[in-house]
């Protein structure tokens, strides 16, 4: 049983910045590809952006592409979501995933149901 802890969300004006991280409780962090999802009220869960198992590729929504980085600290088991020039759409609560599968493709990395652990998410508010 792998556990997930998100933290670093907050309220930030629009175009601003916040930097979300994922820790986790395995120090076999790296065999596991990492998803960030985010749900709105009254919305579905929609995938953000997903790393693949060390040394993998990164993929993301068309919508922060270009805003949004996904970077992978796996001597500390941490992987963190950079978010820059935030938008009020962007207000959500975030929730970090894992997977354990040998050969993530792109569409499993994108679906939720992929996903073994999840974390409990922390709340991001963007005031326009």
């Known amino acids: 049983q792998v556990q997930l802890v998100e933290s670093g969300g907050g309220s930030v004006q629009a175009g601003g910045s916040l930097r979300l991280s994922c820790a986790a409780s395995?120090?076999?962090?790296?065999?596991?590809?990492v998803g960030w999802f985010r749900q709105a009220p009254g919305k579905e869960r929609e995938f953000v952006a997903g790393?693949?198992?060390?040394?993998?590729?990164?993929s993301y929504l068309d919508s922060v592409e270009g805003r949004f980085g996904i970077v992978r600290d796996d001597a500390e088991s941490i992987v963190y979501l950079l978010m820059n020039r935030l938008e009020p759409s962007d207000s959500a609560i975030y929730y970090c995933?894992?997977?354990?599968?040998?050969?993530?493709?792109?569409?499993?990395?994108?679906?939720?149901?992929?996903?073994?652990?999840w974390g409990q998410g922390t709340q991001v508010t963007v005031d326009s």
């Open positions: 790393i693949r198992r060390s040394g993998g590729n990164a």
């Open positions: 395995t120090n076999t962090f790296s065999v596991y590809s």
């Open positions: 995933a894992a997977a354990l599968v040998p050969a993530i493709s792109s569409n499993e990395l994108r679906t939720a149901r992929d996903y073994n652990y």
